[in-house]
């Protein structure tokens, strides 16, 4: 049987590997001892050496320790040593059991343990006895405190007593001068000198020696204090002994029996310092008992230094006979090594020699020669020799290998017959490309033809939307003239005297119908939205005044429910931004009414923070954060839809359209911005506004223009309207304001009437029967000229790029509807080139409240400011009176911030000249300023008050004199 190539390969490399395993175990056996001694190195001579060293480490660190705790002068010092102390006891006991591994030296190991046990306990020892002495020193204080204190009152008690013997032998002497000269009162004289020197004088030496040995023993109560020795104490004891002997008689002797008790008194505290009371002992065997346990602790302090010594020199000596051992170990490992590496040499020179006749013998010359006849014979084939004669034989895989070269020549044969045949493939190939390049341009023009189409049906689509926008453009305009004539007839209502429930039900539908211009509004932004047609309009505004406001008119509503409206604005945003501030008040409005519909209970929080962003402008990120039910991860995005709600039962059981987050968003995005929301079922919801606005400077004040002309003057007005509510309404507004008016129905008529009467102004309605407003517009005033009437334009369409329109073809001014006396008013004044003054409260402010809010949440906000405006006021007076202007600039600034959360215009000016020039520092202008401010805040509540209760006052107008507090104006 003849063996192939994989056998004769496994033999010859497992004879090749039998020998290298022979040199592999002769070098195992004789390195054998190496890894002996160094397995003895690693596991006994280093651990012992760690962890004897540890431990004399340990042992130096707890002597220190315990010097540290006999030193302890308060309890809590000596609770942090002993805890120290019982760490490193705890530190030895595991290095000593480290050593005990390495069973170098049983003996000296147990004395290393001995010692170290026995310095532990004296350690426990130590602490017991500071314990002691720490209790036993603050009794010991409180006793001598309370000696001392007894002495000082007997020193004080015995002055009083000398005082008053001194008092009375000077009144004694002082009435002796009178006796003596005279002859029969000699004798009482010399009585009454008797008298002085046997008591007087007596009880004053006695006093004065009172006085004297009390003073004394408060001295040897300190003294004590500081005494260290036992012979100091017994010193000590028996001077404040015979001192107190000396102060009982004196007490005794004392003859106003009140101060005898009071000095009685205190000297109870001394006899019990010098332990004449039984009940404890004295004050000096306190000190003596502190001395001996002081020196106590100085003894087991010696006996544990001399225990760290000992410890130390015991581990010093395991160290040593560590390294001895392990100097040894290794001299054996590096004789093994010498030994075993000529033994591996010798042993791999004879493996290496019978391997290669292994190799040459039995594969070279059976395997490898034969391959390359087999690799001759292909590189023949390769360069078109195909009369190769392969030869056969050999192993059965040489043998597979000959046949497969063979066969391989035959294909090659095969191959090249086949040539001719490929050229004539080929041919028909070139025949089958040309038809595919003829089929590629028929199906390129049918996709062509496909693209036109498609181009065709996006303009049908834009052509849809467009209708679409112009269809709600169409509705608000619809919607807006009737809603015109029922507002306006309700406003006509309130200024009547209705009974209480006619009242009511006035009341009512007005509020219905401002909810219904409240979703008109909503539609309409969406359709801007939609259309791209919403305008961005910059102003200079303070954002932490905005979000006070917003934060202020929603409390309520959040308070009613029960929840906390909080706003937190973090430090490092600028106060003046430049932006579209009633967008920013839109969004937030909306996002806060979200929070407050859809959370049950918690709170709610408005935050603003600063983003990282680029110079000149600031990155905000305005969050509204609630703790409501959350929303689920797959409507996180929908609900930014236009009419879409997280589910159908919302709208059931909150109302809503659906566009107030879509709106949100499209506004945010109109700013520039992002409206982003995190929350999860159940964990709240975190909308946020992140959006760039301009760093703005503040405003400067200016004073308000006082010379305005007199509004008095009437003026002849055509009304032309087709809506004969709406011309109704606005007959009642402008003669209420003193004009004169006529009306017209149509183009035509309006033409008649201009041409007859010559009106100062024209109301002109742009959406008209026949002639439309702007083409009415135009014939008027070619049919006028040279006159220059003016026109004032009134539509429904209240798109920013109608009104456009319509004051490009000559309008001087735009009222919307439905009609607003106090818009209407600023639009006459205007086109008469009349300023209009400020009204009391801004009624786009106030009307965009009392939609989103409601009247009561109004009343509640109106209740606060009632009371906020005059301490504001208040405030405001004192700091004028102290000439303060860092305190009038804040009295202001919150006074500005309350006018603000309650829509009052001119209060806000007011304030906010006030803070301005108090920041410049001119006090004289506030003064002006305050003056007639009570009387502006009283007018302001009381108009806002009649609004409330349905007899809403029509806008205060200019006044012919300036008032004492002409406001002043931001600029």
Known sequence: MRLGIGARLFIAFLGIAALSLSSGLAGWWILRDVSQAQSRITVEALPAVAAAQATGDSTTRILAAGQSLAASPDEATRARHAEEVNALAADIRRDLADVALAKLDYPLLAQLSGNAETLIANLKEQNQLVTTRLQLLRAYDRRAETTLTAATNLVDLSETLVSNASSGAFAVV??????????GTRSQAYDALDRLIEQDIYLLDRMWELRLRASQLALLTTRLSRAVTRDEVSVLSKEFAAHLRIVKRRVAGIDDPIRRAQAQEQLMALRSAAGEMKVNSSLFEDRLRLISIGEELDKVTARNRQLSNSLTDIAQTVVRNARGFALAASAQADRAVSAGLLALLATTAVAVLISGLIVWLYVERGVVRRLQELADAMRRLTIGDLAVDVKQGGTHELKDL????????DVSRERSALEAERERTNEELRRHREELRELVAERTAQLEHEVTNHAAAREAAERASRAKSDFLATMSHEIRTPMTGMLGMLRLLKDGVPGSEQAHRVATAS?????????????????????????????????????TGIVALMRPSAEEKGLSLQLAIAPGIAAWFEGDAGKIRQILFNLISNAIKFTPSGKITVRAASLPSSQGMQRLAISVADTGMGIPEAKRQSIFESFTQTDSSITRRYGGTGLGLSISRGLAQALGGTLEVESGPGQGSTFTLALDLDVAEPPAATAAAEGASSPGASHSILIVEDDDATREVAVHFI???????????????????????????????????????????????????????????????????????YLTSGMVSYVPKPLVPEALAGAIAQALGTPVSMPAIDEAAWQTDMAALGADQMRKILAISAKALPERLADLRAALVAEDAGRLASAAHAGFSSASAAGFSQLQ???????????QGDVAVCRKAIAGLGDLISETLAEAAARLAGREQPARSARAEPRRDSPLRVT
Request: glycine content about 8%; proline content about 3%; overall charge negative.
């Open 909 to 919: 000016t007011v304030f906010a000249g006030i803070e301005a020039a108090a920041r």
């Open 402 to 409: 000959a046949e497969a070269v063979t066969a391989f020549r």
């Open 174 to 183: 002082a009435g002796l001068y009178g006796l003596i000269d005279g002859e």
């Open 511 to 547: 509020a219905s119908g401002e909810a219904l211009m409240g979703i008109l509004n909503s539609i309409l932004d969406y359709s801007k939205i939609e259309s791209g047609k919403i305008s961005v309009d910059p102003v200079i505004f303070r954002l932490d005044e905005t979000l």
């Open 735 to 805: 003669r209420a304001m003193g004009h004169r008016c006529s009306v017209a129905r149509d183009g035509y008529e309006a033409l008649a009437l201009a041409q007859k009467l010559r009106p100062d102004i024209v109301l002109m309605d742009i959406s008209l029967p026949g002639l439309d407003g702007m083409e009415t517009a135009r014939l008027i005033r070619e049919a006028l000229a040279p006159s220059t009437v003016r026109f004032i334009a009134m539509s429904a369409h209240v798109f920013a790029q109608e009104v456009d329109t």
